[in-house]
Nanobody, 124 residues
């Protein structure tokens, strides 16, 4: 079992920044790929970024490329999503998910464990 806890969400103005953290406990975190997904009311869940277990493979959705940066610190069993130049359309609940041995899949069905989510609200 892997337990995931997201933090760092909140209310920010357009153009502002937030850094989300996904802290893992349980099994060897370095074996897991981690994805960040978001879901806004009335919209489908989408993957915004994902990183492979080794950190060598990264995926970013086109909507966040150049604004969001994903990194992992295996020694702390934590993955970070730095979000800059935030826009109102980034408003959503953000979830992190972990996949054993994964390679930065954008498909949520590939992930084995999910956190509870953290709300990000960007006001204009």
């Amino acid at each position: 079992q892997v337990q995931l806890v997201e933090s760092g969400g909140g209310l920010v103005q357009v153009g502002g920044s937030l850094r989300l953290s996904c802290a893992a406990s349980g099994r060897t975190f370095s074996n897991y790929a981690v994805g960040w997904f978001r879901q806004a009311p009335g919209k489908e869940r989408e993957c915004v970024a994902a990183i492979s277990w080794s950190g060598g493979a990264l995926y970013y959705a086109d909507s966040v490329k150049g604004r969001f940066t994903l990194s992992r610190e295996n020694a702390k069993s934590t993955v970070y999503l730095q979000m800059n130049s935030l826009k109102p359309e980034d408003t959503a609940v953000y979830y992190c998910a972990a996949e054993n041995g994964g390679y930065s899949s954008r498909n949520g069905d590939d992930y084995d464990y999910w956190g509870q989510g953290t709300q990000v609200t960007v006001s204009s």
